[in-house]
Each structure stands twice: as structure tokens, then as C-alpha cells.
């Protein structure tokens, strides 16, 4: 079988500047080079130390495509008139260059990465025999967004990162095109995501940090958002540590915004200095080391996650997660493998009866650590993600 797997405009394959949907790529074509089932044509944004890594792969092709554009911004602004004036139309450098080398190929399946937009020109370009398929890794393509039907009639398999998503689609789609609709659930580095036995990681990092081995770490990593919780969290915190002084925050990320920091930054500013850290986002290969000082990870997310790839990558350290019942996050949490709180009014309350009933009682810690991580390497681990796929496409 022959597959061309469309990746998006923003990063690189090989996923040599992260991204969450470059490093699930990056697992298919590992995977298949552990057990070649598929001839993969990629095609990406250029870059040099990409290519480089490239080099290595003997069952995938790499097709690298310029995106440098002298009509970017004419592009950029017509893109938005016709968005808003709700017309079908899209046109960036990427997916024309990418288009005009796809017709001198033939694939038993071309698979496009979270870009809904791309599916009308390259149906129109390629023809109705081209069987496509859409990987969506965000709640895009649901009955609130314009066009979503056409788009889903178009595709031959719409392949959605959880059920929460796959519902999204299938309400929006034609009777006749719900079937499109499957589950693919992403994939973790289980060798890179794994508990560390070794308690001098956890202690050097502890004191690189300044953290004396008594306190209780509390951990958020990700965005620095309102709308991951991370302002409520604060709160709870600041509630739960003048029960239990032993407490300590650590928040891993940055402000994506400034409208994020003006909200969330007064409020640290409220808790005492000695009972907080605040860390720039570390590099990915490093994450699982600065997580290990976690006595429980609080991903207290509001919005509806499609997925939730940092719930999935803590429960596969065998941590206590506290979380929410937000968008797919039940159905990666389960029973028994974690803490879930519901949203809505007074959250900051239910959060800090939650922070306070694991931090007194850690046997229930690690059970639920132990049950996280065992649900998480039957569902997430990276092997058989190739399989699994080509299931979902038959």
C-alpha cells in the first residue's frame, strides 16, 4: 500500500520543532520502519535539519515544499474575505505547491493533517477516484462550523483523536456520510513517558528547583491559559495550602497571551513567594524528568479538549491526575485512574476538596497512578499505531 501523508504548513516531519501533530506523524513512519507495512510519501514544510533526520528513513519519502510567498499577504487577506463572506475557497503557497506535485503521484490513500480547509482544492485537483482522508486533531468540523458537510462529503474516512470528536463530525455530517467517521486515538512515546524507579532524578531536579523533599508538588504543565483552568487552579491552591502548608505549585509553560498573563499573573502574585514555581516551557525530551517531582499533576482544562495529549502523557508516568469532565477528557481518564472534577461555578472549590483529599491520603495517590498508567499503555502506547490506522481506513 501506498499512503502520502499531508502534513501541515506550520512545522516540519521529521518533528525536529515538536508539534503535537508532527510527532504523531513522526510515530507512524517509526512505527512502519520497525515493521514496514506502507510505502510513505510525506510532504512538508522545508527545513533543513529535518531533511537532515530524513535521511534516515528507508521506508518513507520525503517531498519538502517552499512556503516562501511574495503573495502571502494578498492570500492571507482574501482568505479571511471569503471566510467571513462564507465561501468555499482557501489558497496558500504550501498547499499549491504541495497539490502540483501530488498529481504526478498515485496513492491508494492520501491522508491530510487537521487541515479541513485543504480537502475542497485537493478533490478539485485530484478527482473523484483519489480516495482522501482527514485526520482531525481539533473540534473543527462540527455543525457550528460553516461548510462542514460538504467537506465531510468529500473525504472518503474522516479520522477524529477521540470520540468526543468523532461525534462532533458524525452530527454534523449527512446520514449518508456518518459511516466516514472512526476513532483513532493519538499516541505517546512510552520509552520517552515512562515512571522514573530512580528517586536521584526526582531529587536533583527538586533541588535544582529549590524544592525541599517535604513539600508536596502540585504540577501544571502546558499553556498558561484562562481557558486550560490555570487561574482557577491558583485559587485552589491558595485555598488547599492554608489547610495543608506543605503545598507547592509548580507551573510549567508561558503566557501564550497577553490578555492570559494580566488574568492569571495577579493571582500568583497573591501566594506566598516560598510556595510557588513558575518555569518556562522546558524542551519535550526533558519533560518527563521535571514531572517526576509531581505528587499529583492538575490539568484542570475548561474548554472542551479534542484529546489531551499532557492527561494521556501523565497518566503514562503513573501520576494522579486531577482534571475535569471537559470535552474528551472522561474517556481518557476512565474510572479509577484519576480525579475528575466537574466544571461550571465554584470549579476553584471543587479543585481544592480534590488537591486536599490526594494530598492527605497517599495510598490513594498511587493506586490511581498505578491504574492511570496500566489504562494508558493499553490505549496510548505508540506501538501498533500503524496498524491501527490502516484498520481504520479499511
Not at 482531525?136 to 468540523?141: A, G, Y
Not at 465531510?152 to 452530527?171: E, F, G, P, T
Not at 529549590?210 to 501544571?220: A, D, F, P, S
Not at 479543585?351 to 491520603?361: E, I
Amino acid at each position: 500500500m501506498k499512503i502520502a501523508i499531508i502534513c501541515t504548513e506550520k512545522r516540519p516531519v521529521p518533528a525536529v520543532q515538536g508539534g503535537a501533530v508532527e510527532t504523531l506523524v513522526d510515530m507512524l513512519i517509526k512505527d512502519n520502519e520497525q515493521n514496514p507495512q506502507v510505502e510513505f510519501d510525506v510532504y512538508s514544510v522545508e527545513n533543513p535539519s529535518a531533511k537532515r533526520q530524513s535521511e534516515q528513513f528507508q521506508h518513507t519519502r520525503f517531498f519538502y515544499i517552499r512556503t516562501k510567498d511574495p503573495f502571502k499577504h494578498l492570500r492571507d487577506i482574501a482568505n479571511r474575505l471569503f471566510s467571513k463572506c462564507h465561501v468555499s475557497f482557501y489558497s496558500h503557497a504550501f498547499l499549491t505547491r504541495t497539490i502540483r506535485k501530488l498529481k504526478h503521484q498515485k496513492y491508494d490513500w492520501i491522508i491530510i493533517e487537521n487541515r479541513p480547509r485543504f480537502i475542497k482544492s485537493l478533490r478539485r485537483h485530484l478527482g473523484s477516484e483519489t480516495r482522501i482522508a482527514l485526520h482531525l486533531h481539533n473540534d473543527t468540523l462540527n455543525k457550528e462550523c460553516y461548510g462542514a458537510r460538504s467537506i465531510i462529503h468529500m473525504c472518503d474516512r474522516v479520522l477524529s483523536v477521540s470520540s468526543y470528536i468523532n461525534k462532533r463530525v458524525q452530527a454534523a455530517a449527512s446520514e449518508h456520510d456518518k459511516w466516514k467517521a472512526r476513532v483513532l486515538y493519538n499516541r505517546i512515546d512510552t520509552a520517552l513517558f515512562r515512571p522514573s524507579y530512580d528517586d536521584r532524578s526526582s531529587s536533583r531536579i527538586r533541588k535544582q528547583c529549590g524544592i525541599t523533599e517535604n513539600r508536596q508538588v502540585v504540577l501544571y504543565y502546558g499553556r498558561l491559559n484562562v481557558g486550560k483552568g490555570v487561574l482557577e487552579l491558583i485559587k485552589a491552591f491558595a485555598h488547599a495550602r492554608l489547610v495543608t502548608p506543605a503545598l507547592y505549585l509548580v507551573l510549567l509553560g508561558n503566557y501564550p497571551h497577553k490578555k492570559d498573563q494580566k488574568k492569571i499573573q495577579p493571582a500568583l502574585d497573591l501566594l506566598p513567594m516560598d510556595s510557588y514555581l513558575l518555569m518556562d516551557y522546558i524542551n519535550h525530551n526533558e519533560l518527563p524528568a521535571y514531572l517526576s517531582i509531581a505528587d499529583m499533576i492538575a490539568l484542570p482544562s475548561l474548554c472542551n479538549e479534542a484529546f489531551g495529549l499532557t492527561i494521556a502523557e501523565s497518566m503514562l508516568l503513573g501520576k494522579t491526575v486531577i482534571t475535569t469532565n471537559a470535552g474528551a477528557i472522561p474517556e481518557l481518564i476512565g474510572t479509577g485512574t484519576g480525579v475528575v472534577v466537574q466544571t461550571g461555578s465554584n470549579i476553584d472549590m471543587r479543585l481544592t476538596d480534590a488537591l486536599l483529599r490526594c494530598a492527605a491520603h497517599p495510598e490513594l495517590r498511587n493506586q490511581l497512578g498505578a491504574n492511570a498508567r496500566k489504562a494508558a499503555l493499553h490505549r496510548f502506547r505508540a506501538d501498533g499505531y500503524l496498524k491501527e490506522l490502516l484498520k481504520r481506513l479499511n
